[in-house]
């Protein structure tokens, strides 16, 4: 998703409820990884199975969107607030750091461009 924002109030301006197009693709994304970190959790699925089948891009999401998730949990949600999702970012973050060496390298580059 190719979205722009300065700041957390910037953000649910143009993402947030009076943009439900928008609101809908950003948390169904996190959805989706909220629902992979339960099925990890409750090991009905193997890390390593959903990292294969493109698990890896959630940390990719998180970095862009974590300062987002925790305004939502400080200002809305509570603490709980997609901690599944994070729960499966990290498990995918370990796989790729253990398995890529350049995953690493990659993910530092990544941080450096994002914006804000």
Do not use: C, H
């Amino acid at each position: 998703m190719t979205m722009e924002w300065k700041d957390d109030k910037d953000f649910m301006a143009k993402y947030g409820y009076s943009n439900p197009e928008m609101l809908a693709k950003w948390v169904s994304q996190f959805f989706a990884y909220e629902t992979g970190g339960i099925l990890l959790r409750s090991k009905v699925v193997k890390a390593d199975i959903i990292y294969a089948l493109g698990g890896f891009s959630a940390v990719w999401s998180w970095e862009k969107y974590k300062d987002i998730i925790q305004n939502r949990r400080d200002t809305a949600w509570g603490q709980g607030y997609m901690s599944n999702a994070e729960f499966f970012v990290q498990e995918m973050l370990k796989i790729g750091l253990r398995t890529d060496p350049s995953f690493k390298d990659r993910l530092e580059t990544f941080r450096r461009t994002l914006k804000p």
